[in-house]
């Protein structure tokens, strides 16, 4: 099943052991490029080894060859799909976020053309709803013709092997944006970007951070000057267009970045990717400190699920409380909230876009 990846191992691989020097989950299950070899031979028959892969595709940036070893175990997910854990958990999550719930679909009603829809995702309403509020309203008052779509992009099927109805689910949400008619999806969460680009699309897709990078900011809370490091999530790697504009806006904001040492394209996962936390939770945890410990100075994040994932560890934020979250010295140390309070926070977000714009 895995005849090509495997043959690029063997006529590619110059044993240089980076992958099991720099990658946690490597390092933890894994002390040779035999062992791994052997097991990606055994096609997912050990579930410990190919669940607790991150898919971060640091292997890939680090590899004198570029060889992804996660994409090899990504392939042996597709093959065997979800835990039963996995599924349950994941199941839940996305009937309720595709449901009237929380999904919405809303023109902009004071402007009678379509040209842009805002997508934030389900993590960051989750992190905090005021926050994707506030945002909608300035790109609103900026750029008029701006839709919102409140919905999921189904990354998490992806990771866990369920790629048709990660497909659908985001062939779904392209399906609204065009039902808008606007050609233009601006994401808040980069699994989204990235969900949205494995396959083919007709939309032109950006960041909402290198939006507001081109766009004049609101005035903002400076609760003086402060100097950040920031954690790139892994699915920034690559995007250097977003890197560059989550550290404009944290300096626009009248801030000093410290970079840690493993940083954009050597961004290290904070410990959710890939689902592990259903299949080792253990190495999940483990990476969050670790991560976090690479850190001299508090976090600033452009992921709300990384944000909540550090935040235990180190005062961390997400970027968008330093330009709409007056308060975000408290929000610093805010602790990550429980799955029923950030469905509370996804409905009343939905609620409040409902009466402010109808629909």
Known sequence: ????????????????????????????????RDSIIVDLEAEGANNKT????????????????????????????????????????????????????????????????CQRVFFPGCHLVGYSADLVMKTYEHLKAKLPGTAILLGCCGASRRECGDDALFKETADNVEAEVKKLGASEIIVACPNCRYAFTEHERSLKI?????????IELPEMASNGERTFTVHDPCRARWQDEMQDAARNLISKAGH??????????????????????????????????????????????????CRDALAPHKPTLHVLDLIFNPDWDEARTKPAEKPSEKREHQSALRAQLLEKFGG
């Open 50 to 113: 190919l669940y607790s892969c991150t898919m971060c595709d640091l292997c890939e940036t680090i590899c004198p060859s570029e060889l992804n070893i996660g994409r090899a175990y990504l392939k042996l997910r597709q093959q065997k799909g979800p835990l039963p854990v996995q599924k349950k958990f994941i199941d839940k999550d996305q009937e309720w976020v595709l449901s009237d719930n929380f999904a919405l679909a809303l023109p902009d009603p004071d402007s009678s053309e």
């Open 1 to 32: 099943m895995l005849e090509k990846e495997l043959k690029e191992i063997y006529e590619l691989c110059v044993n240089c052991r980076l992958c099991l020097k720099e990658c946690e989950f490597l390092k933890s299950l894994f002390e040779t």
């Open 256 to 305: 000093k970045i410290e970079e840690m040492r493993y940083s954009r394209d050597l961004t290290m996962c904070c410990g959710l990717g890939g689902q592990i936390p259903y299949a080792n939770a253990p190495l999940s945890k483990t990476m969050a400190k670790l991560r976090a410990e690479q850190a001299e100075v508090d976090i600033v994040t452009y992921c709300a699920s």
């Open 206 to 214: 950006r960041s909402i951070y290198e939006v507001l990078d081109e």
